[in-house]
């Protein structure tokens, strides 16, 4: 099988662009009767080969020295340089090529060089100047641009990182304080009710095993963390018994959508140890999800009031705040209030799109 060997853009467009140019002039003289078709042949070849040549000669000079790394400031003074440099070269050689192809084609010995020289050297360094600051300032202002690009992706991607480190450090820091007020349950339910400690056991295990899947921060189905909050829930209602009312109600459209984990359960442990905790007779538990205008709702309703350590958030619903501000770029919103008597409320949008 044969292997076809491509050409590189920056070979594409070099030739492009002196052909171009190249064409330029011969259909000029060909408009203005002065067109002689072997001279005009050999000039296309020539132009586009000494083009070329000068150009290339400067990228690999460039690539060399770093140029396409330094800072426009650093770098406008030598683009400058090198135009001119670039230009008086081009003069060398195009006026060179001119006498030459016109002393073989037409046998013209009549005229020498150096007088050939002075009558055309303005009009071809005027056109090399502006062809050599077109094409150097092109040329440098794409690499710029690609480095730009570069600059903006690393950026992007190392915030990226920082994120996902800060994530993964609240994940961290949300699990143990998950686990100790689980622990604190038991502790109360092996004094007061021996009996249902097993079972309590049972379910720290289970949440434990269903704790730990998410702590590398990543995202969870609202189904798993609702599993979750349910066997916290009855974990608690072996404690409170009687004391302890809850309601759940979720719309099963919104269990395969993605949320962050163990968002619902700070805003369930929040209402338990600052709402129903601190009332004699208990209360109300409710938990509520729902789709609503792109945004799942999640809302906790429970029985209390709005006290100082709820208004200042402890470390629960203070990593919930950060987490949602990390992942959704302030796209997400939390909100706690009392609504009534002795009823807090506390508000969870989340982007469902």
């Keep these: 099988m044969k292997t076809v060997t491509r050409i590189s853009i920056y070979w594409k467009i ?4 002196w052909s171009t140019a190249s064409l330029y002039w011969g259909f000029s003289a060909f408009f203005t009767g002065n067109f002689i078709w072997k001279i005009g042949l050999a000039d296309l070849i020539l132009d586009v080969s000494i083009g070329i040549a000068i150009t290339h000669l400067y990228r690999n000079f460039a690539l060399k020295k770093g140029w396409n790394k330094l800072t426009l400031k650093r770098l406008v003074p030598k683009m400058v340089l090198s135009v001119l440099i670039l230009s008086f070269l081009y003069l060398f050689l195009i006026v060179g090529k001119l006498y030459l192809v016109r002393l073989f084609l037409l046998k013209n010995t009549e005229v020498s060089f150096i007088t050939f020289f002075k009558t055309t050297q303005l009009q071809v360094f005027i056109t090399g100047t502006r062809l050599m600051s077109i094409w150097v300032l092109a040329y440098h202002l794409y690499h710029y641009s690609r480095l730009e690009i570069e600059r903006v992706k690393e950026n992007a991607r190392l915030s990226i990182i920082i994120k996902e480190a800060q994530l993964n450090n609240l994940s961290a820091q949300l699990n143990p304080h998950f686990f100790f007020n689980s622990l604190n349950t038991i502790k109360f339910l092996v004094l007061e009710n021996p009996h249902s400690a097993r079972r309590a056991i049972d379910l720290l295990s289970e949440l434990l095993r269903n704790s730990l899947k998410t702590n590398n ?3 969870v189905a609202l189904n798993e963390e609702m599993n979750l909050v ?5 974990l608690e209602k072996i404690r409170f018994e009687e004391r302890l009312e809850i309601t759940i109600d979720v719309n099963e459209a919104v269990l395969d959508y993605l949320i962050l984990p163990l968002s619902i359960q700070s805003l369930v442990e ?9 009332r004699k007779n208990g209360g ?5 999800v729902e789709e609503e205008n792109n945004f799942i709702k999640i809302s906790v309703q429970n029985s209390g009031k709005l006290h100082n350590e709820r208004k200042n958030p402890g470390i629960g619903l203070h990593n919930l705040k950060e987490r949602l501000l990390l992942y959704y770029n302030g796209n997400a919103s939390f909100e706690i209030k009392e609504i009534g008597n002795e009823t807090v409320l506390a508000t969870l949008l989340i982007p469902s799109k």
């Design 14 to 17: 070099q030739l492009i662009a």
């Design 270 to 278: 929040n209402a338990i140890k600052h709402g129903i905790e601190k």
């Design 284 to 288: 109300l538990l409710i938990v509520k």
């Design 230 to 234: 349910k066997d916290y829930l009855e």
């Design 217 to 219: 921060g990543e995202l």
